[in-house]
């Protein structure tokens, strides 16, 4: 955990900064009270926290050009933070730098149905954008559970997914184009499909550390002629496996395959009453969509998949309001497990799909070892496990051990040949797990790009990769040689 007082900071280049974005925002746009800028001291992993020099709330690209600059000419580093609702302390502010909150930038500024896309602030919230079209039978296909609250700049900075990604792809395949101010206050358009770098594939995903996005053009998908739900009943979660691999073996592509365990139902159950079968050890939601007659087709094959490994009930949803309370359970599971414990911690990890028996039951087994429960919620049908370290904060040592068994599912994901995060981003947690998963030379790599970016390391410093890896000159009062690459132990690119 880190933490900063509110009063810690007003270093003179602060000062610079609040007086230049004085000159362009309206004065309540301007947050320097100390009590105002500790509401903005964490994102959604509160067990980070520090409270930022400044927090600025500009309404327009030109604002946020301002605030840039301001900040580039005084060597402060900036943060963007759009909903706060990230899982991986991306949005953390910086002691010493200003946080560009783009709540106010929630305008949909064009809508082109003739063109299948729209152009939105980057405050957008991410289900407004389909509630915008929805009557024009349109929708903006990623759908992060938390999608009645994030915004789609947060969404572009994260690479969000959501349960239908498995057919419909990530945030990167429905962003056409983004204009993005660059960490030295230039505005550039980055577009989709132009010849050349694909600059808009390396912004999309890079979670706020090469510039600050301030309009995103997003694809609008036409809504599919059906949508068929199904929730299975299994004994365990071995059953359950089997018949996504089944599934997915026999060449049907689901919306969606979402799989829940014992514990998982157990706290959805508590929180949203939906109504799960009965003694189930796993629930697979399953989701088909498109034209009916294609999907009346694989809806059958998926049943009989379903029924030949095990599923002791298949209820099939009759109606809109069936389907609502079929994912309710499942997009309340994060939030649900509240219910049964004091704490816990959000975990975020792929394996291939094929090895979900095998890393599951050595979960179980890490669990069992250390006593510390979890719970399992993930998008089956692409590997990406959410598992749940449930603890109780108020006992000695709990979270340390949480943090221990927490970690160690990721080094079983990075076993596996998987990832140490499917799409809640490195940001400042994950920081510390790059190099078990990269060589410093993939991290080198990466390193340089974010260097032609952002030479001097002000935006969003200190999220994605490990320190010491300097880039330029680091922000802040210091100026010359950093002591780490004087001692050598940091390189300096
Ligand atoms: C209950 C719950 C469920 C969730 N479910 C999912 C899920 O299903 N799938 C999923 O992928 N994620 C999920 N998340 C994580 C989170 O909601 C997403 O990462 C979301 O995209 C973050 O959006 P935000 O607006 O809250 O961004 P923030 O948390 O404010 O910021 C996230 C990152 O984006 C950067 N950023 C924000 N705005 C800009 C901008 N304009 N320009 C440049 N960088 C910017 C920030 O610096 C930070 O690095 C969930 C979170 C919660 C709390």
Same mark, same amino acid.
């Given at each position: 955990?880190?933490?900063?007082?509110?009063?810690?900071?007003?270093?003179?280049?602060?000062?610079?900064?609040?007086?230049?974005?004085?000159?362009?925002?309206?004065?309540?746009?301007v947050?320097?009270?100390?009590?105002?800028?500790?509401?903005?001291?964490?994102?959604?992993?509160?067990?980070?926290?520090?409270?930022?020099?400044?927090?600025?709330?500009?309404?327009?690209?030109?604002?946020?050009?301002?605030?840039?600059?301001?900040?580039?000419?005084?060597?402060?580093?900036?943060?963007?933070?759009?909903?706060?609702?990230?899982l991986?302390?991306?949005?953390?502010?910086?002691?010493?730098?200003?946080?560009?909150?783009?709540?106010?930038?929630?305008?949909?500024?064009?809508?082109?149905?003739?063109?299948?896309?729209?152009?939105?602030?980057?405050?957008?919230?991410n289900?407004?954008?389909?509630?915008?079209?929805?009557?024009?039978?349109?929708?903006?296909?990623?759908?992060?559970?938390?999608?009645?609250?994030?915004?789609?700049?947060?969404?572009?900075?994260?690479?969000?997914?959501?349960?239908?990604?498995l057919?419909?792809?990530?945030?990167?395949?429905?962003?056409?184009?983004?204009?993005?101010?660059?960490?030295?206050?230039?505005?550039?358009?980055l577009?989709?499909?132009?010849?050349?770098?694909?600059?808009?594939?390396?912004f999309?995903?890079?979670?706020?550390?090469?510039?600050?996005?301030?309009?995103?053009?997003?694809?609008?998908?036409?809504?599919?002629?059906?949508?068929? #739900?199904? $929730?299975?009943?299994?004994? *365990?979660?071995?059953?359950?496996?089997? !018949?996504? @691999?089944?599934?997915?073996? +026999?060449? &049907?592509?689901?919306?969606?395959?979402?799989?829940?365990?014992?514990?998982s139902?157990?706290?959805?159950?508590?929180?949203?009453?939906?109504?799960?079968?009965?003694?189930?050890?796993?629930?697979?939601?399953?989701?088909?969509?498109?034209?009916?007659t294609?999907?009346?087709?694989?809806?059958?094959?998926?049943?009989?998949?379903?029924g030949?490994?095990?599923?002791?009930?298949?209820?099939?949803?009759?109606?809109?309001?069936?389907?609502?309370?079929?994912?309710?359970?499942?997009k309340?599971?994060?939030?649900?497990?509240?219910?049964?414990?004091?704490?816990?911690?959000?975990?975020?990890?792929?394996?291939?799909? #094929?090895? $979900?028996?095998?890393?599951? *039951?050595?979960?179980?087994?890490?669990? !069992?070892? @250390?006593?510390?429960?979890? +719970?399992? &919620?993930?998008?089956?049908?692409?590997?990406?496990?959410?598992?749940?370290?449930?603890?109780?904060?108020?006992?000695?040592?709990?979270?340390?051990?949480?943090?221990?068994?927490?970690g160690?599912?990721?080094?079983?994901?990075?076993?596996?040949?998987?990832?140490?995060t499917?799409?809640?981003g490195?940001?400042?947690?994950?920081?510390?797990?790059?190099?078990?998963?990269?060589?410093?030379?993939?991290?080198?790599?990466?390193?340089?790009?974010?260097?032609?970016?952002?030479?001097?390391?002000?935006?969003?410093?200190?999220?994605?990769?490990?320190?010491?890896?300097?880039?330029?000159?680091?922000?802040?009062?210091?100026?010359g040689?950093?002591?780490?690459?004087e001692a050598?132990l940091?390189?300096?690119?």
């Open positions: 955990m880190q933490s900063a007082s509110p009063e810690a900071v007003a270093a003179p280049q602060i000062a610079g900064v609040v007086e230049r974005c004085h000159e362009v925002l309206a004065p309540e746009c947050i320097t009270d100390p009590q105002q800028r500790r509401t903005y001291e964490c994102d959604g992993l509160a067990s980070y926290k520090v409270v930022p020099a400044l927090v600025v709330l500009p309404e327009t690209t030109a604002q946020v050009r301002a605030v840039v600059t301001a900040c580039a000419d005084a060597g402060v580093p900036f943060v963007a933070r759009g909903s706060g609702t990230g991986s302390g991306g949005a953390l502010p910086h002691a010493e730098g200003v946080l560009i909150v783009t709540s106010k930038m929630r305008s949909i500024l064009d809508i082109d149905l003739a063109n299948e896309r729209a152009v939105v602030q980057p405050g957008v919230i289900l407004d954008v389909s509630k915008a079209v929805a009557s024009d039978g349109y929708y903006f296909a990623p759908d992060p559970s938390s999608q009645q609250v994030c915004s789609v700049g947060g969404n572009v900075a994260e690479n969000s997914g959501g349960a239908h990604c057919k419909y792809g990530f945030t990167s395949n429905h962003i056409l184009a983004v204009d993005v101010v660059t960490p030295d206050g230039e505005l550039v358009e577009h989709a499909g132009t010849p050349g770098y694909d600059l808009l594939g390396a999309v995903g890079s979670e706020g550390t090469l510039g600050v996005v301030t309009s995103i053009t997003v694809r609008l998908l036409r809504k599919p002629e059906t949508v068929q #739900t199904l $929730l299975a009943g299994f004994p *365990s979660t071995d059953e359950a496996g089997g !018949a996504v @691999s089944a599934i997915i073996s +026999a060449g &049907v592509t689901p919306a969606a395959i979402e799989m829940m365990d014992a514990l139902i157990e706290a959805a159950e508590q929180a949203v009453q939906c109504g799960y079968p009965h003694g189930a050890g796993a629930v697979l939601v399953i989701e088909l969509d498109g034209p009916a294609e999907v009346e087709h694989t809806f059958a094959e998926v049943e009989r998949h379903c030949d490994h095990g599923a002791f009930e298949i209820r099939v949803a009759a109606d809109d309001h069936e389907r609502a309370m079929i994912w309710k359970g499942r309340s599971a994060f939030a649900a497990v509240g219910r049964i414990s004091p704490a816990y911690i959000v975990q975020d990890g792929v394996i291939p799909r #094929t090895s $979900l028996p095998e890393v599951l *039951s050595r979960i179980a087994r890490l669990s !069992a070892d @250390s006593g510390v429960r979890v +719970a399992n &919620v993930f998008h089956a049908g692409d590997g990406n496990l959410h598992p749940l370290v449930l603890f109780d904060d108020s006992e000695d040592g709990a979270e340390q051990r949480a943090e221990q068994v927490s160690a599912i990721l080094d079983l994901c990075i076993e596996q040949g998987g990832s140490i499917g799409e809640h490195v940001g400042a947690d994950k920081v510390r797990y790059m190099g078990r998963m990269f060589t410093d030379e993939d991290l080198d790599t990466m390193q340089r790009v974010r260097c032609a970016f952002d030479p001097r390391g002000l935006c969003n410093p200190g999220k994605l990769f490990p320190t010491p890896r300097l880039c330029g000159e680091v922000p802040g009062p210091r100026r040689v950093h002591p780490l690459t050598g940091a390189d300096q690119f």
